[in-house]
DNA sequence: TATATTTACATAATTAGTTATATAATCAAT
DNA sequence: ATTGATTATATAACTAATTATGTAAATATA
């Protein structure tokens, strides 16, 4: 068996599959070894109700971190097996299970069989450098905290992310440029005027006007857009910042963000101006996280605006 | 699930295979996010196929550690989501198996995946002070020097040694004496005049000679018996030494051979004696083990005796 | 007080593996 | 050349869990 070797820990779960077939196997041998007519699936709820004494059904799944419905199963085996039995509560719906007096005669009756299988695992551990016992406990917290799936889903967008590129506006992209606006401004709010005119002739109202205009390209496609006008000569305007819903998550907004600032600073402002709302929360916090901070001011550009926020450029460090 | 607190170390299969489980289910997820048409169990196949190319059923099942019906099985799956293909062989039993154009594209295409899922692995294990993945391949290793069943099984073993007590014989165990004895040497050779007389009528031809008579008792049970004959003076030989079969493992036969050899010396004897046949191996390793060696001796008592041993008791030290 | 929601459990279907067994091809030994 | 054993794979049946769904009782709400 190289497989292991080859795939790295990428392969850590097949790893414990197989490690956790065998010891599955062994138990089974160990369990008839005693000659105890018990069948091991049995072992976390017999241990339960031996250890804790009379549980609803879903308290000992919790307790023993099965599914209900398994634990429901194991019941219906031990009290064909005579183990346990069901006691009646005032709830009707709740099965009350507990061990029998044959039950609890097993419980003393295979204390030998946990005393050997512990001893065996402690002499086996003994013989190991590395804990695995520990090493299990410390993956379920760490798991707990954040699951594998999550710290996948980071590293994928951490590593896409990287493959962003920011890029100066052309005419070829006109129809994006519009398109991925058009699509969140009519998703919360109502397309303007003011909209219309931006975003359908960008070149005349934009670039000529001495504003800017940048992409964001992922594997070629357009996936975010945001605009820099020019209000005077020391103030501009990030505008018409957008991305794809389905690519968000990628730092995306922060990245043409970052690209706006920097090209703002080039052109020699000295403050960044913005316009927006603050039912966009997401959006609100990548301003702050940009260095915007909020201000008043009376003039509004859209109806959707109810927050004007400003960055001033002779304070604004590289973060 | 507080289980684990109260089971200890001994529940440590159990563990794992929540472990496990919840890993798989992860990375479930993690196939689905990627959005590529695979199925996680295709993973060890597919991985072997792409690392190492063509390979018969067998030698996949053995590289992957997987039984030869599951890799058939998903080979079967593989080949109808066009991933793998039959290739023929001059035996045309074999069905070698190998990656199509699909299956490489979608092994170069699912690198991301696994770079990510490699990465988040790691700083998860970056994070953790025991090394799960070492702590495995460690069990791996210990398990397979010896398995945990045979782990147990010593230690059952070395539990219930402690539990057998040899005592005196008494009349009430004549029955036992006879038929333990009967058992094992009709299973090899055959009951003999002498053996009849010995087991019959212990008291006159052993105890009232100045011989001596023990049993073993495990849990007030005759699970072996050993018996002293009085030669001469400072000469004893020992005898019907019988252990029943599935008491074996216990270190009984041991234990009665310290005894009678204790007795001897305390009976004044320089010498014990006893004859065997090189068939019974065990029992030649036991002897040799007890101090004795083999002698030279013309006279049988038995026809089955083919060997002579002597224990000096001048020079027997206790072990 | 009627109705909607939630809870507790049972049942059915599914899953990813296993072991046991069947079958055909090949090899070895008369 | 025949027979028996072995090998390579396929198929069937089983296992120990899961998720999805159904149902009755209890609780909350209008």
Redesign the interface.
């Known amino acids: 068996?190289?497989?292991f070797e080859?795939?790295?820990?990428?392969?850590?779960?097949?790893?414990?599959?197989?490690?956790?077939a065998?010891?599955?196997e062994?138990?089974n041998?160990?369990y008839k070894?005693?000659e105890i007519d018990f069948s091991p699936k049995w072992?976390?709820v017999f241990?339960?109700l031996a250890?804790e004494g009379k549980q609803k059904i879903t308290e000992i799944a919790?307790?023993?971190?099965h599914s209900q419905p398994s634990v429901t199963k194991i019941v219906k085996e031990m009290t064909t097996a005579g183990l346990c039995a069901h006691f009646k509560s005032s709830d009707k719906r709740q099965n009350t299970v507990g061990l029998t007096a044959k039950g609890i005669a097993l419980s003393v009756q295979i204390l030998?069989q946990?005393?050997?299988?512990?001893?065996?695992?402690?002499?086996?551990?003994a013989?190991?450098?590395?804990?695995?016992?520990?090493?299990?406990q410390?993956?379920?917290m760490?798991?707990e905290k954040k699951?594998?799936?999550d710290?996948?889903?980071?590293?994928?967008r951490r590593?896409e992310s990287k493959q962003i590129k920011i890029i100066p506006y052309q005419d070829k992209y006109l129809s994006d440029f519009k398109s991925i606006n058009e699509q969140w401004i009519s998703t919360y709010f109502e397309m303007e005027e003011g909209d219309y005119r931006l975003l359908n002739e960008p070149r005349k109202y934009i670039l000529d006007k001495g504003g800017k205009l940048f992409v964001a390209l992922y594997k070629e496609k357009v996936v975010g857009v945001c605009s820099l006008l020019k209000i005077d000569e020391h103030t501009y305007e990030m505008a018409k910042m957008a991305v794809l819903p389905e690519a968000q998550g990628r730092h995306i907004g922060w990245l043409l963000g970052k690209k706006i600032v920097a090209e703002a600073l080039e052109l020699g402002a000295t403050r960044v101006i913005l316009e927006s709302n603050t039912a966009l929360k997401a959006a609100i916090k990548l301003y702050e996280k940009l260095g915007f901070k909020k201000v008043e001011s009376p003039s509004n550009s859209y109806k959707r605006v109810d927050i004007h926020m400003e960055l001033e450029l002779c304070t604004y460090e590289d973060r």
Not at 62 to 65: E, L, N, P, V, W
Not at 151 to 156: D, G, H, L, S, T
């Open positions: 068996m190289k497989l080859k795939t790295g820990k990428m392969a850590i779960g097949s790893r414990m599959r197989l490690l956790t065998r010891l599955a062994d138990v041998n160990i070894l005693y072992f976390p241990f339960a250890e919790t307790y023993i971190g030998p946990y005393e050997d299988t512990h001893a065996a695992v402690e002499t086996l551990m013989e190991a450098n590395h804990d695995l016992w520990e090493a299990i410390e993956w379920e760490l798991l699951s594998l799936f710290r996948v889903k980071e590293e994928k590593r």
